[in-house]
């Protein structure tokens, strides 16, 4: 999801974040873009019933960065007005 300058990655797994965040440093290079890293939030979203899978998976939280810079974890996240919250809850604004 984008819009202007306002991007959304979604990924299956913290290693393809990963993956993406570093691809998306790369063509901010080659392109002489700045990433800010300040006003990055990371948003997990976990399933109503919790896995085994969903709780290996925040072993795995180990921080994720762009532009050099350490991405927030947040719990709600509000994007083009649209409320986006870690629990999957549905909100009305």
Known sequence: MACADDIVLLAPTPAAMRQMLEICDEYANEYSIVCNGNKSKCLISEPKKRS????????????????????EFVDIIVHFGHVLRSD????VI
């Open 52 to 71: 085994q899978l969903v709780c290996t998976l925040h072993r795995d939280m180990r921080l994720f960065a762009i532009g050099d810079k350490e991405v």
């Open 88 to 91: 999957m809850a549905i909100v």
